[in-house]
């Protein structure tokens, strides 16, 4: 049976807090535990968020699919709309205010854990080209491997997939791998080790949605019939069946 839209939309909200709390919490605790080492630090705030993503992604997927990320929604709607997969125009709309919404409180969740104002905004400028090309590069990856994945069967692996990625994805990429348009605005609320500052978000959230046309795009080359599994991102539900986005 499909969850109702609003049981959906609260997942989709306390799985995104989640998952900042987690980048922002680590990145807090990394710095203040080892406050001259920035390569240990990101060691850190790396596992801690891939754990944590993987965590979320079980606990929640069986009811909204745990996209937790505006462009993996896009994603699903775009490849299922033909078919009649994957989220509907309403849910998309539905999901990507419940994501930001939900990464803002986690990153004023993680503030506040820290003993640190409420809301603080970021003033650690990312602005730069090669910043960017990161972005595209740790977002197209991601669509591809999602995508991937459900096509060809192996979505319960999605969790431990997703989350290594992710970790991986912090040390190959140039930005650190946000590949998140939630979690990017979400992060600039914190000025800490996880932070961005606001005037940084829209760069990165424009090379993320470029990043989500070139993951579509190798989707269509490599599995062209990738819609019909729109239904089955990210994680099936109990005994097999998959959940079925449309409302």
């Given at each position: 049976m499909t969850p109702t839209l609003w049981r959906r939309l609260l997942a989709e909200f306390t799985g995104t807090a989640g998952l900042v709390?987690?980048?922002?919490?680590?990145?807090?605790?990394?710095?203040?535990?080892?406050?001259?080492?920035?390569?240990?630090?990101?060691?850190?705030?790396?596992?801690?968020?891939?754990?944590?993503l993987g965590a979320l992604i079980l606990a929640f997927g069986p009811v909204s699919g745990a996209h937790f990320n505006p462009v993996v929604s896009a994603a699903d709607w775009f490849l299922g709309r033909r078919t009649g997969t994957?989220?509907?125009?309403?849910?998309?709309?539905?999901?990507?205010?419940?994501?930001?919404?939900?990464?803002?409180?986690?990153s004023v969740l993680a503030n506040l854990m820290f003993d640190l104002a409420a809301v603080d905004f970021s003033g650690k400028d990312r602005a730069a080209a090669h910043l960017w090309l990161g972005e595209v590069v740790a977002t197209a990856g991601l669509i591809l491997l999602i995508f991937a994945l459900a096509r060809s069967g192996r979505v319960?692996?999605?969790?431990?997939?997703?989350?290594?990625?992710?970790?991986?994805?912090?040390?190959?990429?140039?930005?650190?791998?946000?590949?998140?348009?939630?979690?990017?605005?979400?992060?600039?609320?914190?000025?800490?080790?996880?932070?961005?500052?606001?005037?940084?978000?829209?760069?990165?959230?424009?090379?993320?949605?470029?990043?989500?046309?070139?993951?579509?795009?190798?989707l269509a080359a490599l599995y062209p019939d990738a819609g019909a599994a729109a239904d089955q991102v990210v994680v099936p539900t109990d005994k097999g069946a998959t959940v079925n986005h449309r409302s």
């Open positions: 709390t987690a980048v922002v919490g680590s990145g807090i605790m990394a710095a203040t535990l080892s406050p001259t080492d920035v390569g240990l630090q990101l060691l850190q705030n790396s596992i801690a968020t891939a754990f944590a994957g989220l509907t125009a309403r849910d998309l709309g539905g999901y990507v205010v419940a994501q930001v919404l939900g990464a803002i409180a986690g319960p692996v999605a969790p431990a997939a997703v989350g290594a990625y992710i970790g991986a994805a912090y040390w190959f990429t140039s930005s650190t791998s946000f590949a998140n348009p939630a979690v990017t605005v979400g992060r600039a609320f914190t000025d800490t080790f996880a932070g961005i500052a606001p005037t940084s978000v829209p760069g990165f959230v424009v090379a993320q949605l470029v990043g989500l046309a070139v993951g579509v795009g190798l």
